[in-house]
C-alpha cells in the first residue's frame, strides 16, 4: 500500500533549516523537516501548510515541490514523500501535534543531529541544502 505524504523545507533569514523532533513511530526521536499524510480529498500545498501549522505552529506559504523520496513503512506501507519549499508567514514557533521539539538549525548542526535516515542526502541532491 502506498500512502501519500508531504514535508515542508523551511529556511529562515539566517539560512536555519526548521526541523521537528519526531514524537512517534516512524522515526521517532529522530530529527525531519515537518510533515505527514495527505488526507482524504487534500492537496499537497493545503497539506503542507497543515502539517507545518500542527506540527510547528507556524502558518507557511507553499512554495515548489523540491523533490520526491519513498520510504518503507510498517506492514509494506510505502511512503511517498512529496517535499515543498515554504516560507514562513506568521505564527508562534512551538512543538504541536507529533512533535516532540522543534527549532532553526544552522545547516553546519545538522550532522550532529539524529536524522532521518536519507534526509540530508536528498536535501543535498535537491540543491536546497
Do not use: K, N, Q
Not at 512554495?63 to 508562534?92: M, Q
Not at 516532540?100 to 536528498?122: C, F, I, K, N, Q
Request: proline share 9%; net charge negative.
Amino acid at each position: 500500500m502506498r500512502v501519500r505524504c508531504v514535508g515542508g523545507i523551511v529556511r529562515d533569514g539566517e539560512g536555519r533549516f526548521l526541523l521537528v523532533r519526531r514524537g512517534h513511530p516512524p522515526g521517532e526521536g529522530l530529527w525531519s523537516i515537518p510533515g505527514g499524510r495527505v488526507g482524504p480529498g487534500e492537496g499537497d500545498p493545503a497539506a503542507v501548510a497543515r502539517e507545518l501549522r500542527e506540527e510547528t505552529g507556524l502558518d507557511v506559504l507553499v512554495g515548489a515541490l523540491a523533490g520526491t523520496v519513498e520510504r518503507p513503512g510498517p506492514g509494506g506501507v510505502v511512503y511517498e514523500i512529496h517535499d515543498y519549499t515554504a516560507t514562513v508567514a506568521g505564527g508562534t514557533l512551538r512543538a504541536g501535534d507529533d512533535a516532540s521539539d522543534v527549532r532553526w538549525v544552522p545547516p553546519g548542526e545538522l550532522d550532529a543531529l539524529p536524522m532521518t535516515p536519507g534526509l540530508l542526502d536528498a536535501l543535498a541532491e535537491w540543491g536546497v541544502l
